[in-house]
């Protein structure tokens, strides 16, 4: 096979590249305004890693909990973030949600209703109130759908199977003009000219062995194409571990086991049968924050308290069995595709990477980049979350900061490239990709990749210290050096892709956690176990002219008094309704 055919061109006014709900949602904002543009994904459209967010969306509408409003949803999200979350971006999100919900409950997402026909909300971890609205546990699904709808509605044009390698920029002013890649239905190159790029590809977190994400999603393609191009990242290091995934059968190992379990009532024991979070957190017990959560689990299975599958027991079976299957009903139906019936027996969980709360460094207000013409939103972004997501943050902030950025876009004066431009800046890219397509190397992408797996979970997992992350350092240098000698076939392709966006980015998240000498949310150091006030900062990590990463840090900007307020107002989760 060769890729040294004449690659197909093409032109639009904006390329939005990813096709969850970032990226719909700014679509749909583009084509109401009149603006043209294209997006285009991975896999097949409606197939994107949205679809898996199950729990919730959070919107502070107080219709459970009355007293609730934006500013202690802010103030949730803030301190949950140990205060390194940037506040406008906080802000912009804790005020907009509720208009973004409300919004999709007209497209036609079928949220849950109470009694008197609003919207419903349930408990969701480290959160004052009840805020979280759902879709029973399909709510990133329906959302996705509803997204998906609306787009085709308006008639957004969009290409599926693209796997985009490398984004063009203009050597004049360094303006990111479009991107080049390869459509994998059709084996054959494409080049996009574009008058403004946005990056909505996702996260990182698949360069773990045990994740939450699917094979070839999350692959860290926005951050590895933003670095390349110039961008400035920020908080690599901070990457969420998700208290549940499932541990069984293998091929399930890490799959998530929403959260919405715990929110409705499920209990975590230990194999000796113990409530073991009333000894971590004795007041908000399995609904304290994630990170809190996943690090009870990790020691009790390290301590030997775990089963033998190494890990604990997740158990809602004394809830009305009814209110399971009505509210649970994704659960219910996985676990008893494998013998288990959780409305009588227990699930095994086990911690499992989820979220990348590290990304490419914007401005909330636009999604603007370092880089001119270049935007990013969604998982690909850092800075709203902080150093520990809440749970139902994530799919408040695609709609949320697609909306904005689709909103700018629309404003902006963009200009095209020629062609000849395009093909130009394109050219030595497509030479490498050939190359890459016929190497006769000795090294399989999918053993690499699963070998740089077990290096992060072990190096840069949920417990760290600076000798294992030197060693991790080192160990991925010398795995970039067998990435020199690959085996690769068409099929094999899009593995060795993925491997080529991994590494760098394995590499920036293993220095930033080095950088980071002090423990803070999802980030613990065994050798640094306390929060430092003076690391009260973000990492910003960039591609020096060299190639080599290059680190620093900014200040975090300061809180809103009506914010700051809010936090000193301390509210707990009214957690006994549960029990």
Known sequence: MSLTMAPEIVRTEVLIIGAGASGLRAAIELAAR?????????????????????????????????????????????????????????????REAPERVLELQEWGCDFALTEDGRIDQRYFGAQCFRRTCFVGDRTGRAILQTLVSRAETLQVPWRENIYITALLTDGRDGRVCGAAGLDLERRRPVVFAAGAVLLAAGGYTSIFGRTTSRRNENTADAVALACRAGAVLRDMEMVQFHPTGMVAPEEMSGRLVTEAVRGEGGRLFNADGERFMSRFAPEEMELAARDVVARAIFEEIESGRGTPSGAVLLDISHVDSDTVRERLPGMVARFAEYGIDITRQPMEVAPTAHYAMGGIRVDFADGATSLPGLFAAGEATSGLHGANRLGGNSLAET?????????????????????????????????????????????????????????????????????????????????????????????????????????????????????????????????????????EKNILCREGGDGVLEFSTEPVPEISEEIRSALEERRILEYGHLE
Request: with cysteine; net charge negative.
């Open 399 to 535: 709609v949320v900061f697609g909306r904005r950025v689709g909103i700018h876009l629309a404003e902006l004066e963009t200009r095209l490239p020629s062609d000849g431009t395009v093909e130009a800046l394109s050219r030595d890219h497509l030479k490498f990709l050939d190359d890459l397509s016929r190497s006769e190397g000795r090294r399989r992408p999918g053993e690499l990749i699963q070998k740089l797996g077990r290096i992060l979970d072990e190096r840069c997992g949920i417990l760290r210290d600076g000798d294992g992350l030197r060693h991790g350092v080192e160990e991925v240098a010398a795995l970039r050096e067998e990435s020199a000698d690959l085996l690769v076939s068409w099929e094999d392709l899009p593995q060795a892709l993925d491997l080529r966006c991994m590494l760098p980015c394995a590499e920036a998240m293993l220095r930033s956690a080095l950088e980071r000498r002090e423990s803070r949310g999802a980030h613990f150091r065994r050798d640094f176990p306390e929060t430092d006030s003076r690391q």
């Open 34 to 94: 009149g603006k043209e543009c294209l997006v285009i994904g991975k896999r097949q459209h409606g197939d994107a890693h949205t679809g898996w967010a199950a729990g919730g969306i959070n919107a502070s509408f107080g219709h459970r909990d009355p007293e609730d409003r934006w500013q202690l949803h802010a103030a949730d999200t803030i301190r949950e973030g140990h205060f390194i979350c940037r506040p406008e971006a906080v802000e912009f999100l804790a």
